[in-house]
């Protein structure tokens, strides 16, 4: 390398002259990642920052210790979803290998724009995402690509869909009369009205149906909405249902919406960025039934295939779609006879090599291994619903159809005005007595408690001390 006034370790030399200096950073920076992550339990799940990295951009390197340094105090100060009692939100602790998988990933620093810069996790992606979709049932004609999260992937979905039930690929929007519309429960995750805004639709494009008790779309209320909608002169294109609603983790009723987006020929999307790893469970699969007759789905293995954050894939059951109905082909970048170039079927052109920490999860976990964590999850979901309903002062949101749930106080000893208050006070002190972090959503305009038990590390002596935590605080109110 010429002279340059740099640390020893700013770059690997491909030659090895410098590898004692890199290999000692990785090793102390191995360390001080490994000291925190097996140590998480003794730390909040969820620490208030104290002390603030610097923000000033320094004229000259800093030295190594005093980034470890930094990053431990990152470490301290950032949420922990690996502590058993962070049992909050859809945050998972990584999988060992998805860890390494970004490292790896880093270290190639491939594109996954084109099989030019990608050759060989270019073809592992498409190969590997065919076989999911055919565990969804997709067909043989089906396939995937992975994307930067679920919005993402809700996003081009709807985009596909657009463009094939409306023809609008190179005209547009413009020259068309009848308004498009979609459809998607009243609790359908919000990005599907990002996504209507963004292709160009506007948020009220997505009629919002209403939902049962059990949060799960209305099959009444979706034949009126799409009856209203053409009789007042809209032109209806996708219908969205969602398995595992993103507060209660419902699902909604594949098979009949199904049916209802066959009869009216509409576009049928389901949002499984987080039901979707029922697909590995060969006991709990079957709530997922329906979903096969998807022309697209989500699924966010960042989620309950505890795959390091990003790593989101859209399905296709016609992958051959995103060819004619999406592709813009980068002139810049060479053609290859197999295989497509992915950043030209996706929103996002350079996109990082996400499928290699997920190819590296599902070989070392294997399907029998996911299976028997998820299995696990509904045990102890079990576990907690049953503590849950003997105090009478609780209330469920949605009778729990995943390892998610939603409940909130209703203590009759207190005013009705002042519950979302109790609830309020109630997750503080989950979180500063027992050191358990529950959500609080906003849900059908009230406060509610959310729990996730993703993490396998969460047992029931966990549950025991959320239940003692939620009783002691009931008594002292
Ligand atoms: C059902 C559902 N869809 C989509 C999303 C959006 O995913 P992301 O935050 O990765 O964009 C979420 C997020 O929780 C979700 O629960």
Same mark, same amino acid.
Request: net charge negative; hydrophobic share 45%; proline share 6%.
């Given at each position: 390398?010429?002279?340059?006034?740099?640390?020893?370790?700013?770059?690997?030399?491909?030659?090895?002259?410098?590898?004692?200096?890199?290999?000692?950073?990785?090793?102390?920076?191995?360390?001080?990642?490994?000291?925190?992550?097996?140590?998480?339990?003794?730390?909040?799940?969820?620490?208030?920052?104290?002390?603030?990295?610097?923000?000033?951009?320094?004229?000259?390197?800093?030295?190594?210790?005093?980034?470890?340094?930094?990053?431990?105090?990152?470490?301290?100060?950032?949420?922990?979803?690996?502590?058993?009692?962070?049992?909050?939100?859809?945050?998972?602790?990584?999988?060992?290998?998805?860890?390494?998988?970004?490292?790896?990933?880093?270290?190639?620093?491939?594109?996954?724009?084109?099989?030019?810069?990608?050759?060989?996790?270019?073809?592992?992606?498409?190969?590997?995402?065919?076989?999911?979709?055919?565990?969804?049932?997709?067909?043989?004609?089906?396939? *995937?690509?992975? @994307?930067? $999260?679920?919005?993402?992937?809700?996003? !081009?979905?709807? %985009?596909? /869909?657009?463009?094939?039930? =409306?023809?609008?690929?190179?005209?547009?929007?413009?020259?068309?009369?009848?308004?498009?519309?979609?459809?998607?429960?009243?609790?359908?995750?919000?990005?599907?009205?990002?996504?209507?805004?963004?292709?160009?639709?506007?948020?009220?494009?997505?009629?919002?149906?209403?939902?049962?008790?059990?949060?799960?779309?209305?099959?009444?209320?979706?034949?009126?909405?799409?009856?209203?909608?053409?009789?007042?002169?809209?032109?209806?294109?996708?219908?969205?249902?969602?398995? *595992?609603?993103? @507060?209660? $983790?419902?699902?909604?009723?594949?098979? !009949?919406?199904? %049916?209802? /987006?066959?009869?009216?020929? =509409?576009?049928?999307?389901?949002?499984?960025?987080?039901?979707?790893?029922?697909?590995?469970?060969?006991?709990?699969?079957?709530?997922?039934?329906?979903?096969?007759?998807?022309?697209?789905?989500?699924?966010?293995?960042?989620?309950?295939?505890?795959?390091?954050?990003?790593?989101?894939?859209?399905?296709?059951?016609?992958?051959?779609?995103?060819?004619?109905?999406?592709?813009?082909?980068?002139?810049?970048?060479?053609?290859?006879?197999?295989?497509?170039?992915?950043?030209?079927?996706? @929103?996002? $052109?350079?996109?990082?090599?996400?499928?290699?920490?997920?190819?590296?999860?599902?070989?070392?976990?294997?399907?029998?291994?996911?299976?028997?964590?998820?299995?696990?999850?509904?045990?102890?979901?079990?576990?907690?619903?049953?503590?849950?309903?003997?105090?009478?002062?609780?209330?469920?949101?949605?009778?729990?159809?995943?390892?998610?749930?939603?409940?909130?106080?209703?203590?009759?000893?207190?005013?009705?005005?002042?519950?979302?208050?109790?609830?309020?006070?109630?997750?503080?002190?989950?979180?500063?007595?027992?050191?358990?972090?529950?959500?609080?959503?906003?849900?059908?305009?009230?406060?509610?408690?959310?729990?996730?038990?993703?993490?396998?590390?969460?047992?029931?002596?966990?549950?025991?001390?959320?239940?003692?935590?939620?009783?002691?605080?009931?008594?002292?109110?």
């Amino acid at each position: 390398m010429p002279d340059l006034p740099l640390p020893k370790s700013a770059f690997i030399d491909p030659t090895g002259a410098n590898r004692a200096d890199v290999e000692a950073l990785f090793a102390q920076t191995t360390a001080v990642l490994l000291d925190f992550l097996t140590s998480a339990a003794q730390y909040s799940p969820l620490p208030k920052v104290t002390t603030m990295l610097p923000v000033t951009l320094p004229e000259n390197p800093l030295a190594e210790s005093a980034l470890l340094s930094f990053v431990q105090t990152l470490l301290r100060s950032s949420m922990n979803p690996a502590h058993p009692g962070y049992i909050g939100h859809m945050d998972s602790l990584p999988t060992v290998v998805s860890i390494l998988g970004d490292l790896l990933a880093a270290g190639m620093n491939n594109n996954m724009l084109s099989v030019e810069m990608s050759p060989m996790l270019s073809q592992l992606e498409p190969q590997l995402l065919a076989q999911i979709a055919q565990l969804f049932g997709l067909g043989d004609r089906s396939g *995937g690509l992975l @994307v930067s $999260g679920g919005s993402l992937a809700n996003l !081009q979905a709807l %985009a596909v /869909a657009r463009n094939v039930k =409306l023809q609008v690929l190179k005209q547009g929007l413009s020259q068309r009369s009848q308004p498009p519309v979609l459809f998607a429960s009243e609790l359908a995750h919000t990005s599907i009205q990002k996504a209507a805004m963004i292709l160009g639709l506007g948020t009220e494009a997505v009629i919002p149906v209403a939902t049962n008790a059990n949060a799960q779309m209305s099959l009444e209320s979706l034949q009126a909405e799409i009856e209203q909608a053409i009789a007042a002169g809209q032109q209806p294109f996708a219908i969205v249902a969602t398995a *595992g609603t993103t @507060v209660t $983790g419902n699902i909604d009723p594949l098979p !009949q919406i199904a %049916a209802i /987006a066959q009869q009216h020929q =509409l576009w049928l999307h389901v949002d499984a960025a987080y039901g979707g790893a029922l697909i590995f469970s060969p006991e709990h699969r079957h709530r997922l039934s329906g979903i096969e007759q998807a022309d697209s789905v989500t699924f966010n293995p960042q989620k309950w295939l505890y795959v390091a954050k990003t790593c989101v894939m859209v399905l296709f059951r016609q992958f051959g779609l995103l060819q004619s109905h999406f592709k813009v082909a980068a002139p810049y970048m060479a053609e290859d006879s197999q295989w497509p170039n992915l950043g030209e079927l996706s @929103v996002q $052109g350079t996109r990082h090599a996400d499928i290699l920490k997920l190819w590296l999860s599902l070989q070392h976990i294997g399907k029998q291994g996911y299976a028997k964590i998820i299995q696990q999850n509904y045990q102890i979901t079990t576990y907690l619903v049953e503590q849950l309903k003997q105090q009478t002062y609780l209330q469920f949101a949605s009778q729990p159809e995943m390892n998610i749930v939603c409940f909130r106080g209703i203590p009759d000893w207190i005013d009705e005005a002042d519950w979302d208050a109790w609830n309020t006070h109630l997750q503080q002190h989950l979180l500063r007595e027992f050191d358990l972090f529950v959500s609080l959503p906003s849900y059908r305009g009230q406060r509610w408690l959310k729990v996730v038990l993703l993490n396998p590390y969460t047992d029931e002596s966990v549950i025991d001390q959320l239940c003692k935590g939620i009783a002691t605080f009931a008594r002292g109110t």
